[in-house]
């Protein structure tokens, strides 16, 4: 397990402007171990990359332009909510210690931090987590020209399996923006509920963020923006993999997909061979083979119902929760203490 804790210069030429914590909790993984894991989502029938090799520093860069796209409406449905948010729910501040899963860019959580007086900012810790160490980097520089707070601390970790190593020190909001739950198959959803509700204490609370079921259309356009970004996000994972893994796509031979399937209630996004390719491998012997037509699926993302909510509050433990939604009913914030 690596454990490594920087101390990161920001420098502009010559000057040093600052110093940034940074714990990067990323065990180094046997590359062969990579491959394998990679390999076998490639070598089965319906062909799988996990979503968590979209985010280099490119496919980070990439959703955050998402996120500014018209189409894409649950970023700006989120932010409507989370820009009123603590004046609907009650929360004591003081010395409180946010610790943000899948943080990205600091847009959202610089909102919630925007409603707080500059006397309780100084009293708060704030620990952003996200498996792209240049997104870290980036967000806690800014944060820290932005806000007064008592510390800033860039965590670089898995939030699927190292929920355990996050800051365990006094009272935690912990926040969960961007319907990345919607992400997780509702299998995988359940695990990381019942994973969060065991690092949890009496006194800290969630503040969870989740796009809700709506019109198929509007939906579908968000993920089929008429300026391509999403195709650009979707077919980088194939760079990503290349350079992970030693494989040779050539991004040219996909084409991006992105459907509603209403029997799951969630978009699903595929790579779809526009041509017959055989992809060769790092070891120079193997290859594999993707017939024109056959697609290769990269993410979900799951739309919620108000059933669906208390069924992940209820695996998480949480007793006591308010849904908080925009004008349209489109999206949910929910405030869960435990
Ligand atoms: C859908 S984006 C949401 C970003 C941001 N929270 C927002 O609401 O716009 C998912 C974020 O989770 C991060 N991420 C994806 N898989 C992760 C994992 N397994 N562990 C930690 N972070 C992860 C990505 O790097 C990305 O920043």
Redo the contacts with the bound molecule.
């Keep these: 397990m690596r454990q490594e804790f920087l101390k990161i210069q920001i420098t502009y030429g010559n000057d040093m402007i600052k110093e940034i914590t940074v714990r990067n909790y990323l065990p180094y993984m046997d590359p062969g171990q990579t491959d394998d894991e990679i390999l076998s989502g490639l070598k089965g029938k319906q062909k799988y990359i996990s979503?968590?090799y979209?985010?280099d520093a490119v496919g980070?860069e990439l959703?955050e332009e998402i996120?500014r796209l018209e189409e894409y409406y649950p970023?700006r449905v989120?932010k409507e909510i989370l820009s009123g948010l603590l004046d609907m729910i009650r929360i004591n501040l003081r010395n409180l210690n946010i610790v943000?899963?899948?943080?990205?860019?600091p847009?959202?959580i610089t909102l919630l931090l925007n409603q707080i007086p500059e006397r309780l900012l100084n009293t708060i810790n704030y620990f952003p987590?996200?498996?792209?160490e240049a997104?870290i980097i980036k967000s806690v520089d800014i944060l820290s020209e932005s806000f007064p707070l008592q510390t800033i601390t860039g965590i670089v970790?898995?939030?699927?399996y190292q929920l355990h190593l996050l800051p365990q020190q006094g009272t935690r909001m912990f926040c969960f923006?961007?319907?990345?739950i919607g992400?997780f198959t509702m299998k995988d959803a359940e695990n990381f509920m019942r994973q969060l509700a065991k690092i949890m204490n009496p006194g800290d609370c969630l503040l969870i963020?989740m796009d809700m079921v709506k019109d198929i259309d509007i939906i579908e356009r968000a993920y089929n923006d008429s300026r391509g970004i999403t195709a650009a996000f979707n077919l980088n994972i194939l760079n990503v993999i290349n350079k992970t893994a030693g494989t040779d796509f050539d991004s040219r031979d996909f084409e991006h997909l992105a459907f509603f399937n209403p029997q799951r209630n969630c978009i699903e996004m595929h790579l779809k061979a526009l041509r017959d390719v055989e992809i060769s491998l790092k070891n120079g012997f193997d290859t594999i083979k993707i017939s024109k037509g056959q697609t290769i699926h990269t993410e979900n993302s799951h739309k919620f119902s108000y059933d669906q909510i208390k069924q992940l509050c209820a695996w998480g433990g949480f007793s006591r929760y308010t849904i908080c939604h925009d004008r349209k009913g489109w999206f949910s914030m929910v405030y869960a203490l435990k």
């Design positions: 979503p968590k979209f985010y980070s959703f996120t970023t989120e943000e899963l899948g943080s990205g860019d847009s959202k987590v996200d498996i792209c997104e970790a898995d939030f699927n923006f961007g319907s990345t992400n963020g």
